[in-house]
């Protein structure tokens, strides 16, 4: 945000102004910032810019590394389906305001984003950002024009509607819920940047901080007794559910303990 509204010649300064931010949050790539203080930078950034679609310009000027170790996965990853598994599976290390889910219906892949929390003035800046972002990172990673890509949003056509057409993508609103859509043949389209070891690397830093936001321990469980059984009958051994996971048997066994279960308890 602090670099979008340096088009309008906005600083750094006049942006925070508005809000009681520690000094160094911005230079902390573990800081997270509570939902109040971002919706109070985005109405002082709408305030000062002038400008109502500011979302359409903070999606636009997205890259995958700005979201960390998120962003590296996404960066490592081998096809846009792989992509959008790990958004899925990761996305609180982002962020728990939003969350993301993924569909396929026939020949149409659909992303759909799911609001937790009240953003008040700045949900149209909030919702466009995140489905143009991630709309702009696919595009960039691919190298290609996702020209089918369409985005669906569940708010009221804003006043602005005639600013929108400079994206130079589709968007319908009053839509039931807010979604960016593609040709699901998409999905198998290669990322410019493939790389197993940093991919390997960047999911163990997610499973990390996931674990570390206390988010994990139901669904850990869960994976795991997914996996268990095998579709041709009998059940896979620690060993074999771990790889699955991408995990070590000794961190899963750990992670499994600490959770209060074992996995033979699991399998048993």
Same mark, same amino acid.
């Given at each position: 945000l602090v670099e979008v509204v340096k088009r &309008?010649?906005?600083?750094?300064?006049?942006?925070?102004?508005?809000?009681?931010?520690?000094?160094?949050?911005?230079?902390d790539p573990h800081a997270r910032i509570p939902v109040a203080t971002m919706v109070g930078l985005l109405e002082q950034a709408r305030r000062l810019t002038g400008e109502p679609a500011l979302?359409?310009?903070?999606g636009l000027q997205t890259r995958a590394t700005l979201y960390g170790s998120l962003g590296f996965a996404l960066a490592s990853a081998p096809t846009v389906r792989d992509a959008i598994d790990l958004s899925v599976?990761?996305?609180k290390v982002v962020t728990t305001a939003l969350t993301m889910r993924f569909r396929v219906e026939r020949q149409t892949a659909?992303?759909?984003i799911d609001e937790?929390?009240?953003?008040?003035?700045?949900?149209?800046?909030?919702?466009?950002?995140?489905?143009?972002? &991630? &709309?702009?990172?696919?595009?960039?990673l691919?190298?290609?024009?996702?020209?089918?890509?369409?985005?669906?949003?569940?708010?009221?056509?804003?006043?602005y509607q005639a600013r929108l057409a400079m994206s130079g993508l589709r968007m319908r609103f009053a839509r039931p819920m807010h979604r960016l859509t593609f040709d699901a043949r998409s999905?198998?389209?290669?990322?410019?940047?493939p790389d197993p070891i940093a991919l390997a690397l960047a999911r163990e830093q997610c499973e990390h901080e996931l674990e570390s936001l206390g988010m994990t321990r139901g669904e850990l469980t869960a994976r795991v007794r997914v996996l268990i059984p095998k579709p041709g009958g009998g059940f896979r051994t620690l060993e074999e559910v771990a790889a699955a996971m991408n995990r070590s048997p000794r961190t899963l066994k750990r992670q499994l303990a600490t959770s209060g279960i074992s996995f033979s308890t699991l399998r048993d």
């Open positions: &309008w010649d906005v600083s750094r300064e006049a942006l925070l102004s508005a809000i009681d931010l520690p000094a160094d949050a911005l230079n979302g359409v310009f903070c599976r990761y996305g659909a992303l759909i937790h929390t009240d953003f008040g003035s700045v949900r149209d800046i909030v919702i466009m950002t995140t489905l143009i972002a &991630w &709309w702009k990172v696919s595009a960039a691919t190298a290609r024009d996702l020209t089918t890509s369409s985005l669906e949003f569940a708010l009221p056509e804003p006043p999905l198998d389209l290669p990322y410019i940047m």
